[in-house]
C-alpha cells in the first residue's frame, strides 16, 4: 500500500524553527517528486516546496525560499521541510504529496499531479 505519513509538527514561537518529516511507505522516491504544501483555515492549499524524483532538482515559493528547505535521506525514504524564521503567517497544515511522474529533474507546485496525499501535520506559530 502506497503511503505518505507527515511529522515534526507542534507549536513554535515566532522565529523559532521545525523540521517536518515525509516519510515514504510502499513505494521508491526514484519514481516519484515529493512536494510539500500548506493550508491555512479558509485558504486555499498552496505550495511550499518540491524535491525532484532524481532528487537533484529543487522548486521553492520565492516568499519563503530563504527560510524552507526540501531535502531527502540517502535511503529515499524520508523527505524533510526545514523551516526557520517561522511567522505566526506560517500557521496551517503542512501536507506532503507524491507526484508518479517521468520527469526525473524537475518537479512542480502545482496541486493537480499530486495524487497521494498524506495525512498532514498541524503548525502552529505563536508567543
Known amino acids: 500500500q502506497l503511503q505518505l505519513v507527515e511529522s515534526g509538527g507542534g507549536l513554535v514561537q515566532p522565529g523559532g524553527s521545525l523540521r517536518l518529516s515525509c516519510t515514504v511507505l510502499?513505494?521508491?522516491?526514484?519514481?516519484?517528486?515529493i512536494a510539500w504544501f500548506r493550508q491555512a483555515p479558509g485558504k486555499e492549499r498552496e505550495g511550499v516546496s518540491c524535491?525532484?524524483?532524481?532528487?537533484?532538482?529543487?522548486t521553492n515559493v520565492d516568499s519563503m525560499k530563504d527560510r524552507f528547505t526540501i531535502s531527502r535521506d540517502r535511503a529515499k525514504t524520508t523527505v524533510y521541510l526545514q523551516m526557520y524564521f517561522l511567522e505566526p503567517e506560517d500557521t496551517a497544515v503542512y501536507y506532503c504529496?507524491?507526484?508518479?511522474?517521468?520527469?526525473?529533474?524537475?518537479?512542480?507546485?502545482?496541486?493537480?499531479?499530486?495524487?497521494?496525499w498524506g495525512q498532514g501535520t498541524q503548525v502552529t506559530v505563536s508567543s
Open positions: 504529496a507524491a507526484d508518479r511522474t517521468s520527469h526525473r529533474s524537475s518537479c512542480t507546485l502545482d496541486v493537480v499531479p499530486y495524487s497521494l
Open positions: 510502499g513505494f521508491s522516491l526514484d519514481y516519484y517528486a
Open positions: 524535491i525532484s524524483a532524481g532528487g537533484e532538482t529543487t
